[in-house]
Nanobody, 119 residues
Framework: QVQLVESGGGLAQPGGSLRLSCVAS????????MAWFRQTPGEERQFVAS????????YYADSVKGRFTISREIRRYASYLQMNSLKPEDAAVYYC????????????WGQGTRVIVSS
């Protein structure tokens, strides 16, 4: 099992920035990738960005490319999502997730952190 705790959500103005953090505990050595997803009421959860735990390759949804940056800190088993140039449509609950080694799915999820983008 892997436990994930997100933090860093809150209120930002359009054009502003926020940095989300996700710290993993438990069987962290079994992690293949960490990712961020987001969800708004009535909508399906959407992929935002992911990072391979080994090597650090990153992937982004088209809607956030050039504005968001995902990174990892191996020593702390942490992932970060730097969100710049925020838009009202970025407002959502953001979830951190872990894809275990040998799995094709993200199996472990955090509780979510809310991002509000409003002037």
């Amino acid at each position: 099992q892997v436990q994930l705790v997100e933090s860093g959500g809150g209120l930002a103005q359009p054009g502003g920035s926020l940095r989300l953090s996700c710290v993993a505990s438990g069987r962290t050595f079994s992690s293949y990738a960490m990712a961020w997803f987001r969800q708004t009421p009535g909508e399906e959860r959407q992929f935002v960005a992911s990072i391979r735990w080994s090597g650090g390759a990153t992937y982004y949804a088209d809607s956030v490319k050039g504005r968001f940056t995902i990174s990892r800190e191996i020593r702390r088993y942490a992932s970060y999502l730097q969100m710049n140039s925020l838009k009202p449509e970025d407002a959502a609950v953001y979830y951190c997730a872990v894809q275990p080694v040998g799995s094709s799915e993200y199996q472990f999820w955090g509780q979510g952190t809310r991002v509000i983008v409003s002037s």
